[in-house]
């Protein structure tokens, strides 16, 4: 049988279909390989520091830091109703009574957007002016989107902590972790889409 040929008519939207499509899964690929493979090893000290929560391994990293002393204060944003500071200490094995005045939890935040809108308020309470954001590394790039929409003239100081349940090596050969890399980075595009219409939007007090 011979194929029939496309319609000259349908030409001009199958090409525009597979050139976009063409873009898209290039920047997916550039996406997962600009992830970062293991945590930070800088000097900075900032002001404040911010969890996202969504694991214990988040949480740890960002008490170590505390301890550390690379801020003054914590935040934990995104933190359901009736949980404790003393609760997320033993959550992530980390104990001491030394971190409870410095760790503040946030109770309203349900998404990235809300994360970094409860952030922003949290900064202008304290006074704030620079703060290291503590996320998973495939949720980075996404969360900087929206803090810096939210927290204009603010110096951010990405680090990304990175799961062992992600395999980012190889990681389309991975049903977990490609599903999870395609849903990071399509909502990524809609938080990059988003920013560049609206601009700057600090919240308001």
């Known amino acids: 049988m011979i194929a029939r040929a496309v319609p000259r008519a349908a030409l001009g939207p199958l090409l525009t279909i597979t050139l976009a499509f063409l873009l ?30 969504g694991g214990s ?9 505390l301890r550390a002393g690379k801020a003054r204060k914590l935040l934990i944003s995104g933190v359901y109703r009736g949980v404790e500071v003393r609760e997320l200490l033993a959550l992530s094995s980390r104990s001491g009574r030394d ?9 309203d935040a349900d998404d990235t957007e809300g994360n970094a809108v409860e952030t922003a308020r949290w900064m202008a309470q304290e006074g704030f002016r620079s703060l290291r954001v503590v996320t998973a590394n495939y949720h980075m790039p996404r969360s900087l989107v929206e ?3 939210v927290l204009p003239g603010i110096t951010l100081v990405p680090h990304p902590v990175t799961p062992q349940k992600v395999r980012l090596d190889g990681w389309w050969g991975w049903p977990g972790t490609s599903e999870l890399i395609v849903s990071e980075y399509n909502k990524y ?15 308001d007090p």
């Open 57 to 65: 391994e988040r949480l740890t990293v960002g008490f170590d830091l």
């Open 147 to 149: 803090f810096r929409r």
């Open 189 to 203: 595009l809609l938080a990059v889409a988003r920013a560049a219409l609206t601009g700057s939007n600090p919240p």
């Open 99 to 107: 971190l409870e005045c410095c760790v503040d939890l946030g109770y």
């Open 24 to 53: 898209w899964l290039a920047g997916l690929f550039l996406f997962a390989a600009a992830l970062p493979r293991q945590a930070p090893e800088d000097d900075i000290t900032t002001d404040g520091i911010v969890v996202l929560t």
